[in-house]
Structure formats: structure tokens, C-alpha cells
């Protein structure tokens, strides 16, 4: 039988596995202990409900295949090494091992209960403080202040941007910075653009340790913790040597129109590790999933890999909180941007929470009550 080796498995990664468990020897390796949902990572900072939910267990994903818990440490071909288990050979192996970026967007803690414990740190640490200071205002900072501001309304909350405007850098149209702004600034977000930090402050993120720092403009912010909400890099720091020709400054590795990996034959991409031109979203990654599975397939069945992957007109949702935000989204190929009511229906509800757990197996998850 035909095996496939996934490395990671994010929201890309439980998708390439799910589809190809009938057809194939499968094994998705995973260092963490459970799935973390983390599109709901940023509002489990604040609602303890939501922290309990963010961690779903792999035990039901896979009927066929398994899950192997360890990390990579290397690939030679289409074998990886993994500590715990030695090399695992396999005859196609899929890359999807997503971004690295800083808490609370992402956890990158092997063991669950370690991050839950670093969660509940930094709920209390909001708890006790007043002012608030949000380093970067991409789309995960904004969502963070929308988190912030929504279940503590008396925190002072202050966004830096270096780019000349929030969401610098995306192609999004200029109604949806505006419908942004606009709901910010009614919830008092300070929104500074044009600036930076001129050095980081002397705490570590989502600790309570009251500080001032200076700002690259010269400007002094006072809080009493802070966040980063930037410096996101993809996670292919294992691949070798051999691999460096392929790979951008970012970590992104060339892929195909198929997810082939450029010069690595039976290698896949998917996810945050290909440079596909878009934003990078869990909806891309179930996107490129079945493109790779379905090529898969075809190649176990004797044809050959078909499916190619082209990137949609940038989209994006971005709630402030479980009742706020605004979306970009295309109707009828036109991209337009839609309001609070909207967005919450499509992600400020539920946060990916029923997805996944119909993916991992589990049976349907009660959403949590908005609170803290």
C-alpha cells in the first residue's frame, strides 16, 4: 500500500490525512499532544470558556492510519526523522507544517497543559491591568485588540503600526480599514501608524510588569504588559541543505500549480510553507489539502497529478471580538466588504470550533458563552 507521510497537523495537515486514510498507509506526525484550533487562539486569551475548547485530541481522526507524536528533525527525500520513532519512509510526503508566530496567536508548546497554563497567566495578568500596548496592526493584532476590548472595556488599549496604515501591505479595499478604524476608535484604541518600537520592552509579552518604552519617532508608551503581533515565519527550519536553493527569506519553500515541492520529487506542500502569493488562512490550507490529496490519488490509481491550486481574490474576516469586525469577501467575483452582523456569522461565533471538531472526530462542541 501506498504511504504517505504528513509533517504537522494543523488545519492543512488533518485534511490531507482524513482524505487519503481509506487509500493509503498513512501517518501524520504532530509534536503537540492535541490539535490547537488556534484561528480561536486570540479569544481564549481572554475567555476561559474558550481556552478549555482550543485543545482537541487526535485519538479519533484517523480510522486507518496514525498519528505519530515527535518532531521532526529532518528529511531526507521522502523519509523524515523523528525523535521517539527513528526515520519514517514513505512514498509521498506532505509539508504542512504552518507558521511560527508569537503567543498568543500561536502555541508552540508540545504538551497542552503547559499552554493552557501560559494562557491562564496571561488572562489573569489582563485581569489586573489597565493599558495595554499591541505591537503591529496586521490582521492579528487588530483581532487581539478586538478580543482585548470586547471582554475588558475598561483596558486602555494601544496599537503601534510600523506601516503607514493598518493592515499595511494587503491588498484589502480601503472600506475595510475604514470600517476597522472606525470600530477601534469607538472602543478608544489608540492607533498609531508610521512608528515602531525602538527597542523591545524589558518584560516578556503578556506579562504584567508595568514599563514605558521609547518608539523609533521618539514617543513614550506606558503599559502594563504588551503583545507582538508580528514576525511571522514559516516553520521549515528542519529541511535541509538541499533545500536552501528553494527557499525563500521567510522560510516559504516554491511549490508548483500542482503543490509539488520544486526539485524534490514525491514532496508536497501545503499551508503557510508554500510561497503561494495570499494571505495566510486556514481556508487556503483546506483549500491546497485537497488539491495535494486529490493528486495523491490520482497517482495511486495510475494517472497523473492534475489538480493544480490558484489563489483567490484576497479575502479576509476579521472579527473584534464574538459581535464586531468587518470581512472582505466576493460576491458574484466582486470583492466587497460587509459589517459586524455578517462577520460574526461567518468566523466571531464560532471560530472554526464545529469544523474541527468534525474533522478530529469528535462529537458536535457546544460554543461557548461569551464571557470571561
Given amino acids: ?53 482550543l485543545f482537541l485530541p487526535y485519538d479519533a ?34 509539508l504542512a507544517t504552518g507558521t511560527a508566530y508569537p503567543f498568543p496567536a500561536k502555541h508552540l508548546e508540545s504538551s497542552s497543559v503547559i499552554a493552557k497554563a501560559r494562557i491562564e497567566r ?10 495595554v500596548l499591541i505591537a503591529g496592526a496586521g490582521e492579528v493584532g487588530i483581532e487581539l485588540a478586538g478580543e482585548i476590548t470586547s471582554a ?24 475595510l480599514r475604514e470600517a476597522i478604524r472606525f470600530q477601534l476608535l469607538q472602543r478608544d484604541v489608540e492607533i498609531i501608524t508610521g512608528d515602531a518600537l525602538a527597542s ?19 514617543r513614550q508608551l506606558e503599559a502594563d504588559l504588551w503583545f507582538r503581533a508580528y514576525g511571522a515565519s514559516a516553520a521549515t527550519g528542519f529541511l535541509g541543505e538541499d533545500y536552501d536553493e528553494i527557499r525563500h527569506h521567510d522560510g516559504t519553500i516554491r511549490v508548483d500549480d500542482h503543490l509539488r515541492v520544486v526539485d524534490h520529487p514525491g514532496v508536497w506542500a501545503i499551508g503557510d510553507v508554500t510561497d503561494v502569493r495570499e494571505t495566510k488562512r486556514a481556508d ?39 459581535d464586531g469586525g468587518a470581512a472582505q469577501v466576493l460576491r458574484d467575483g466582486v470583492r466587497v466588504v460587509v459589517g459586524p452582523e455578517e462577520t460574526a456569522r461567518m468566523k466571531g461565533e464560532d471560530l472554526f470550533l464545529g469544523y474541527v471538531a468534525k474533522a478530529l472526530g469528535r462529537p458536535p462542541v457546544r460554543r461557548p458563552r461569551p464571557g470571561r
Fill in 1 to 53: 500500500m501506498t504511504r504517505v507521510t504528513i509533517i504537522g497537523g494543523g488545519y492543512g495537515g488533518i485534511a490531507v490525512a482524513k482524505a487519503l486514510d481509506d487509500a493509503c498507509e498513512v501517518a501524520l506526525v504532530e509534536q503537540k499532544d492535541t490539535f490547537v484550533n488556534h484561528a480561536a487562539a486570540l479569544r481564549a486569551t481572554v475567555d476561559r470558556e474558550w481556552a478549555e475548547r
Fill in 61 to 94: 481522526l484517523l480510522k486507518r492510519g496514525r498519528v505519530v507524536h515527535g518532531t521532526a528533525l529532518g528529511v531526507g527525500g521522502t523519509t523524515v526523522s523523528v525523535t521517539g520513532h527513528g526515520d519514517l519512509e514513505a512514498d509521498h510526503l506532505v
Fill in 122 to 131: 496571561a488572562h489573569v495578568n489582563l485581569e489586573h491591568s489597565e493599558q
Fill in 152 to 175: 475588558f472595556p475598561t483596558i486602555a488599549v494601544t496599537l503601534l503600526e510600523s506601516g503607514p496604515d493598518i493592515l499595511h501591505g494587503r491588498d484589502y479595499k480601503p472600506e
Fill in 200 to 218: 523591545l520592552p524589558p518584560v516578556d509579552p503578556g506579562v504584567l510588569s508595568p514599563f514605558r518604552v521609547m518608539t523609533a519617532a521618539g
Fill in 284 to 322: 487556503a490550507a483546506l483549500a491546497h489539502a485537497g488539491v495535494v490529496a486529490a493528486n495523491i490519488r490520482s497517482l495511486i490509481e495510475g494517472g497523473s497529478p492534475e489538480a493544480t491550486y490558484t489563489p483567490k481574490p484576497e479575502h479576509v474576516v476579521l472579527p473584534l471580538g464574538p
